[in-house]
Structure formats: structure tokens, C-alpha cells
């Protein structure tokens, strides 16, 4: 796991409000790791693929895409 990647788990973790609900979306994550937006976006969609995050809300549901750190990614991390 690179250092970038590692940062957005840490930031999805720090922002999430309870351990498996989060209300962020890419660019308040990019925002508060101060990081790209697009590369955010492109860690959290590689993050899904590889089953480390969990989904909340899809903007389907609410306008926005929605994510937590399951507790494969709170493991990664030394969050469990």
C-alpha cells in the first residue's frame, strides 16, 4: 500500500462520524488530506475495488457517493 493511499484511509477513518457510516464524499476527503481531488477519487474507487471500503449512499440515492472503512480497511490501517 502506498503513501497516498494509506493518507485516504486514514482521512475516510478520521472523518467517519461512527464506525461503519460515513457522510463524506472525494472532495471533502481530498480537502482535509489535502490532497488532488481526481487522485482521491481514483484511491477510493481502487480502495472499493479491492474491498477495503464500504458503501453508504450512491448518488442513485442522494446526489453523492458515500463511503466507510470496513473493517478490512480499519485492520490496514491498525484502526482494529
Do not use: H, P, W
Not at 16 to 21: H, R, T
Not at 33 to 59: F, H, K, P, W
Request: charged share 30%; net charge negative.
Amino acid at each position: 500500500m502506498n503513501e497516498s493511499t494509506l493518507r485516504v484511509m486514514q482521512a475516510i477513518f478520521s472523518l467517519s462520524d461512527e464506525i461503519e457510516y460515513n457522510i463524506y464524499e472525494a472532495v471533502d476527503i481530498a480537502e482535509y488530506a489535502q490532497m488532488d481531488t481526481d487522485e482521491v477519487r481514483s484511491i477510493i474507487s481502487n480502495l472499493y475495488d479491492e474491498g477495503y471500503l464500504g458503501e453508504c449512499m450512491t448518488a442513485g440515492d442522494d446526489g453523492f457517493d458515500t463511503f466507510y472503512l470496513n473493517k478490512k480497511g480499519r485492520t490496514l490501517i491498525g484502526m482494529e
